[in-house]
């Protein structure tokens, strides 16, 4: 099934998979100054998104849910303005004056959002404005420019536009760096080739079943930006769920898209091969990033008290090195990938 014009997965780091409590568990990010934790947990499905990921989350179990990440190793969390119209921000907002405030080695990530179709610069601002309102935070470390693939390269731009409008805000101290999170590849080339961005994200496209994100990955690297991995479990197929998250009941999905036949056969496969190994298939899918040296951390989709400590416990296990070859056989073709190569 593998492509042979893929180049193979990169392999473990030389100090071996990050866990809690060894000396590479908290990385920097590139050289922005942020420290982050390997494991990052990821706020879209916390403000409750049934339709993405198949189950409603409670205002009580989404504040929960971030008391228990307080609690817990790790130390990082991404959310977004729009993550349930800022809904995510607020219980996050909410959670932390429960306790107090933001934990000093705790950092918060989040992205600006348009209205609409606003993405002017006006807009980027007050996105920022709003986020710190709801999060309590009079200043934020990251904030990422969040999916530009759904507007036109030019509008966003151009002078006074939204990635002007970024930039300025890190002059000014506002944030302290400014990313790039998006998905179609071949669209965020064109805002990483700006050379302003000092972080970037890339979702569903570098896990066990796609690594479209390959050449922008390396592209990243090679301008010294900071890399984050998230929805590695390509939107719940991967953690044991058929559509939008764990457990769902619809048509196959990936990528939040109807998943080609060569991806369903890829899981089954993958899946027994995990079993044979004595682990599941949402733990190789979340080493498979976590033993990548190239990520500073891994956005893993959070929205129960209970899949912190588990998601804890998956980034511990120990993991056969013979399942990375047999799991890498199994790739599917590029051409099923979310973004085939041209």
């Not at 908290?26 to 198949?54: E, F, W």
């Not at 972080?199 to 066990?208: E, G």
């Not at 998250?245 to 990936?254: C, K, L, Q």
């Amino acid at each position: 099934m593998q492509d042979p014009t893929q180049s193979p997965a990169p392999a473990a780091s030389p100090s071996g998979l990050p866990r809690p409590g060894s000396p590479d568990w908290m990385r920097p990010l590139g050289r922005t100054g942020i420290t982050v934790s390997a494991v990052c947990a990821g706020g879209s499905p916390l403000g409750s998104m049934p339709a993405l990921y198949g189950r409603d989350v409670s205002r009580d179990e989404g504040i929960a849910t971030v008391r228990a990440l307080l609690d817990s190793p790790i130390r990082t969390i991404d959310t977004s303005n729009g993550y349930s119209d800022g809904e995510s921000e607020r219980r996050i907002g909410a959670a932390l004056a429960q306790v107090g405030g933001k934990p000093a080695d705790v950092v918060v990530i989040t992205k600006v959002d348009a209205d609409g179709r606003d993405y002017s610069g006006d807009r980027v601002r007050a996105s920022v404005a709003e986020s710190m309102q709801r999060l309590g935070l009079d200043h934020l470390p990251l904030v990422h420019l969040h999916d530009p693939e759904a507007f036109e390269f030019a509008e966003l731009t151009a002078p006074g536009g939204a990635v002007d409008a970024l930039v300025s805000l890190r002059e000014s101290g506002v944030v302290g760096s400014i990313g790039l999170a998006g998905g179609r590849v071949q669209e965020m080339a064109r805002y990483l080739a700006l050379g302003v961005f000092d972080v970037l994200l890339v979702h569903n496209r570098w896990t066990l079943l796609d690594r479209s994100a390959a050449d922008l990955l390396a592209e990243a690297e090679r301008r010294g930006m900071g890399l984050i991995n998230a929805a590695v479990y390509g939107g719940g197929i991967l953690a044991g769920g058929r559509s939008g998250g764990s457990g769902g009941t619809g048509p196959a999905r990936y990528g939040y898209r109807p998943a080609p036949p060569e991806i369903l056969q890829a899981v089954d496969a993958m899946r027994q091969v995990c079993e044979r190994h004595g682990t599941d298939l949402r733990t190789a899918a979340l080493q498979f990033s976590l033993r990548d040296p190239r990520f500073a951390t891994t956005v893993v989709g959070m929205s129960r008290p209970e899949r912190v400590a588990a998601t804890v416990s998956a980034a511990q296990q120990q993991l056969p090195e013979a399942i990375w070859d047999e799991l890498e056989a199994l790739l599917p073709p590029s051409r099923v990938w979310l973004d085939a190569p041209l």
